[in-house]
């Protein structure tokens, strides 16, 4: 299994664009998540599913970030439109929800920069 | 609210001491505690949990729910030991996944 997935794994674009971060959990995993990762504030959780539902998007930062999960295996983490401090690493992890203690899997996670 | 706290951001210590990363939590009910941790450029994996009661790479963690902490200690650190090390507690009714992470301390062990 090639883990959890995420593409691209590098991404530079100009404030103001359209940003789409994309994320393959492992298959099996009924539940997935996105954090954000800083420097300032450590790894954030944004939102997380659970059967390709939305249960927590509390994290989310403002209206300019959405996110979907249109089946089992895949979801997107959208920026529209993107500001300079969106600046991070976007990490998506995947479990398997059978009650507590089941660990997340992460993927290598997207480095956004925006100018 | 739930809440983890990492005090140190970068803890430096020789190869051969003892090293002991702080964590504290604050949770309303029976909490769930990880230790994760991120080798550099490698992904952010697991390293134990306190359900487990297990030494993973010589580290150990134990619960202490008076002291409300759970702080990573090994013996003798190694080399190989520096890293990003995070804690994480697992929260909320209805929500069993849902990872709340300190703000992580990064390891650094000197020849």
Same mark, same amino acid.
């Given at each position: 299994?090639?883990?959890?997935?995420?593409?691209?794994?590098?991404?530079?674009?100009?404030?103001?664009?359209?940003?789409?971060? +994309?994320?393959?959990?492992? $298959?099996?995993?009924?539940?997935?998540?996105? !954090?954000?990762?800083? %420097?300032?504030?450590?790894?954030?959780?944004?939102?997380? *599913?659970?059967?390709?539902?939305?249960?927590?998007?509390? =994290?989310?930062?403002?209206?300019?970030?959405?996110?979907?999960?249109?089946?089992?295996? *895949?979801?997107?983490?959208?920026?529209?439109?993107?500001?300079?401090?969106?600046?991070?690493? !976007?990490?998506?992890?995947? $479990?398997?929800?059978?009650?507590?203690? #089941? &660990?997340?899997?992460?993927?290598?996670?997207?480095?956004?920069?925006?100018? | 609210?739930?809440?983890?706290?990492? &005090?140190?951001?970068? /803890?430096?210590?020789?190869?051969?001491?003892?090293?002991? /990363? @702080?964590?504290?939590?604050? !949770?309303?009910?029976?909490?769930? /505690?990880?230790? !994760?941790? #991120?080798?550099?450029?490698? +992904?952010?994996?697991?390293?134990?949990?306190?359900? $487990?009661?297990?030494?993973?790479?010589? *580290?150990?963690?134990?619960?202490?729910? =008076?002291?409300?902490?759970?702080?990573?200690?090994?013996? *003798?650190?190694?080399?190989?030991? $520096?890293? %990003?090390?995070?804690?994480?507690?697992?929260?909320? +009714?209805?929500?069993?996944? @849902? /990872?709340?992470?300190?703000?992580?301390?990064?390891?650094?062990?000197? &020849?």
């Amino acid at each position: 299994d090639a883990g959890v997935i995420q593409s691209p794994r590098h991404e530079v674009t100009e404030m103001g664009q359209e940003v789409t971060l +994309r994320c393959k959990p492992i $298959s099996g995993h009924n539940s997935l998540f996105w !954090y954000r990762q800083t %420097m300032m504030r450590g790894l954030e959780l944004l939102i997380y *599913f659970n059967n390709n539902v939305p249960i927590d998007d509390s =994290g989310m930062p403002e209206d300019r970030f959405s996110a979907k999960m249109p089946n089992a295996s *895949f979801s997107t983490l959208k920026i529209q439109p993107s500001e300079p401090r969106d600046s991070a690493v !976007y990490f998506c992890a995947s $479990s398997l929800d059978r009650g507590p203690n #089941q &660990p997340q899997h992460f993927g290598d996670g997207t480095r956004l920069s925006i100018l | 609210a739930q809440r983890v706290t990492q &005090p140190e951001k970068l /803890l430096s210590v020789f190869k051969g001491a003892p090293v002991e /990363l @702080k964590c504290n939590y604050s !949770y309303s009910g029976s909490p769930e /505690l990880f230790w !994760y941790v #991120q080798y550099s450029r490698q +992904r952010l994996q697991l390293l134990l949990r306190h359900i $487990s009661r297990e030494s993973i790479k010589g *580290f150990t963690a134990d619960l202490n729910k =008076g002291e409300t902490s759970f702080h990573l200690k090994k013996p *003798f650190a190694q080399e190989e030991d $520096s890293a %990003m090390y995070y804690c994480a507690l697992s929260g909320g +009714r209805g929500a069993t996944n @849902k /990872l709340i992470f300190g703000t992580g301390t990064l390891l650094a062990v000197q &020849p």
